[in-house]
């Protein structure tokens, strides 16, 4: 079935509301699908016959980017590999580590061909350039898959030309902006509508007590909000790796003990409120004198995600203003107790 079908039977049996911009981006989606589902040509001589062109979807928080790619994804089943692209470039860098190991002169021509390997497109979601490294990596990657013959889908909060905005030597990252836009179709998905917004305001954001009840909204919100299942994640904090376990179309989801029980700190959190766009946090326990150590993580953590004003999904042992009954470190929760409550109303998450 064709995507612009697939969507239509999804608007009418309620799953999704339709949307004008949406629909204009599937159908170039459906372009390169049908292009995708052609077998790949041979020119004279063995040549093959050039890609069809990328797509690069972008738009703000909520617009449906990434639904629109997991529809296009499973279109194409296994010629297409979809990934977070945070995640990518974590590959690439261990893929350039072993290849240096094993004595390539070129690290980058290695990586390529194990990426293109067996595939026809990689997809691409939340593409964002922040460290210095990875654009310099990068475009000498891209160029590697395109004369693979890949075809690149991905999508966006920012214009290609946003892409590194204000980043150490930017002068040098340009040619692969250029690199996009001759490769990629670049289409912007212009909707008013902040849908996951609308899918958390409608469900609630903060469930009390921790029991079967509140793991299973837990459970409903994550498949409303990230669609399917998640996947392990690992954040770059300081030449360290801290794992998130579940984290798909920016939602992130991690237990209490998980994320305080560790030993982590500001910059983990930090880290955390830039990559996801919603955390859902399960099982925040009573907090004193016994937890005082992740209590302060607690704190720093809430600190965190109220700064980044990203949207915030919990099950907690108690209401806010009850999580820290007694203590030392009561009185000091208090500001803690009040930002969990602001982050509960309707509108939150916007940032």
């Known amino acids: 079935m064709n995507l612009p079908d697939t969507y239509q039977n999804a608007v009418a049996s309620g799953a999704f509301q339709h949307d ?9 989606l459906e372009r390169l699908r049908l292009a995708l589902s052609q077998p790949r040509k041979r020119g004279w001589f063995r040549k093959a016959a050039p890609a069809p062109d990328g797509i690069y979807l972008w738009g703000g928080v909520g617009r449906g980017k990434s639904m629109l790619m997991d529809m296009f994804a499973r279109s194409l089943g296994p010629s ?12 690439v860098h261990a893929g350039i580590a072993r290849a240096k190991a094993q004595g390539a002169v070129d690290a980058i021509q290695p990586v390529a061909e194990e990426m293109a390997s067996g595939i026809r497109c990689l997809a691409f979601d939340e593409m964002q350039i922040t460290d210095i490294t990875d654009a310099m ?9 395109f004369s693979a013959g890949i075809v690149i889908v991905a999508t966006s909060n920012r214009h290609p030309d946003d892409l590194y905005k204000n980043g150490l030597n930017r002068q040098l990252f340009l040619p692969f902006i250029a690199l996009l836009q001759q490769k990629m179709v670049v289409h912007e998905l212009a909707s008013p509508t902040d849908y996951r917004q609308d899918r958390m305001a409608g469900q609630g954001c903060y469930f009390t007590p921790n029991d079967a009840a509140a793991r299973a909204r837990m ?17 770059e ?18 237990s209490f003990a998980q994320l305080c029980g560790a030993a982590l700190g500001a910059a983990d959190y930090l880290a955390l409120v830039r990559e996801a766009k919603v955390l859902m946090l399960d099982d925040i326990p009573l907090l004193g004198r016994a937890n005082a150590s992740e209590a302060k993580r607690f704190v720093t953590l809430i600190d965190a995600v109220y700064e980044a004003q990203i949207g915030f999904i919990a099950s907690a042992a108690a209401m806010p203003e009850a999580l820290y009954p ?24 916007r940032g």
């Open 20 to 28: 004008p911009a949406q629909e204009a981006a599937l159908y170039e």
């Open 80 to 91: 297409v590999r979809r990934v977070h692209f945070h995640g990518f470039m974590q590959e």
């Open 137 to 145: 990596l990068v475009g000498r990657l891209f160029e590697a898959l």
């Open 219 to 235: 459970d409903q919100i994550w498949m409303d909000l990230a669609g399917g299942p998640g996947q392990a994640f690992a954040l």
């Open 237 to 254: 904090v300081k030449s360290r790796r801290v794992m998130v376990p579940e984290f798909r179309n920016g939602i992130a989801r991690m």
């Open 326 to 349: 007694s203590g030392t470190g009561s009185f000091e929760f208090e500001r803690t107790a009040s930002r969990l409550v602001e982050m509960q109303a309707d509108g939150w998450g």
